[in-house]
């Protein structure tokens, strides 16, 4: 049986390996955006893109798809202000998008719905940087149709080292659970900071 020398086997590895990752990293989505183009095209959560969303203590999140539209059925077993506070079922900002957004006023869009079992009345949506808080819930009523729910959040601070966008349903027993089928964010006006 052929054996190769050791001399002649550790290159041909290495390359193989360096191949191998060079091929992996080729294959995945690396749009680089700059913080002008995050600031004129704003932020977009929808589709596969609803997978980035993490939930807190208190709610649970399902992914599901009716024809061709993917949303998320977010759940809420207690309120923002029972046990652990939390923002709720949120979208973290990368630093790159903090750093293109801070020290703007922006605007947030949400396309929600009240769930077909269990529907809450309403969803709390909350813009979590420094300086904004569990106080700063904003209720929104929502109907058996997706609408738009607009959200303004002008931050006292311009230098964010975090940024969340929180939604939170009504929480009543057995009327808990809202459809999400997109966030957007939108850089509007610098603040004077």
Same mark, same amino acid.
């Given at each position: 049986?052929?054996s190769?020398p050791d ?9 193989a390996c360096?191949a191998m990752i060079?091929g992996?990293?080729s294959l /995945?989505?690396? *749009?680089?955006?700059?913080?002008? =183009?995050i600031?004129?095209?704003g932020l &977009?959560?929808?589709g596969d893109? @609803?997978n980035g ?5 208190g709610?649970?999140?399902?992914? @599901? %798809?009716?024809g061709e539209?993917q ?5 809420a077993?207690r309120g923002?202000?029972? /046990? ?5 079922a949120?979208?973290?900002? &990368? #630093? =790159?998008?903090? &750093?293109?957004?801070s020290g703007?006023?922006?605007r ?7 769930a077909?079992?269990?529907? %809450?009345e309403?969803?709390r949506v909350n ?6 808080g569990q106080?700063?819930w904003?209720?929104? *009523?929502l109907s /058996?149709d997706?609408?738009?729910i607009?959200?303004d959040?002008? #931050?006292e601070?311009? =230098?964010w080292?975090?940024?969340?966008? /929180?939604?939170w349903?009504d929480? %009543?027993f057995e009327?808990?659970?809202v =459809?999400v089928?997109s966030v957007d @964010?939108?850089?509007l006006?610098p603040?004077?900071?």
């Amino acid at each position: 049986m052929f054996s190769l020398p050791d001399w002649a086997f550790y290159p041909i590895a290495a390359a193989a390996c360096a191949a191998m990752i060079a091929g992996a990293l080729s294959l /995945g989505e690396s *749009t680089y955006r700059t913080p002008e =183009d995050i600031r004129t095209q704003g932020l &977009t959560f929808e589709g596969d893109r @609803l997978n980035g969303v993490t939930t807190g203590n208190g709610l649970t999140v399902e992914f @599901l %798809a009716e024809g061709e539209t993917q949303f998320l059925r977010i759940q809420a077993e207690r309120g923002p202000f029972d /046990g652990i506070q939390s923002a709720g079922a949120f979208f973290a900002l &990368t #630093p =790159d998008e903090l &750093t293109a957004l801070s020290g703007h006023r922006v605007r947030i869009v949400i396309r929600a719905r009240q769930a077909g079992t269990q529907p %809450a009345e309403g969803l709390r949506v909350n813009f979590f940087v420094p300086g904004i808080g569990q106080d700063s819930w904003q209720r929104e *009523t929502l109907s /058996g149709d997706f609408t738009e729910i607009v959200f303004d959040s002008a #931050p006292e601070q311009c =230098d964010w080292q975090f940024g969340y966008i /929180g939604l939170w349903p009504d929480w %009543a027993f057995e009327a808990n659970t809202v =459809d999400v089928v997109s966030v957007d @964010l939108t850089a509007l006006e610098p603040l004077s900071c």
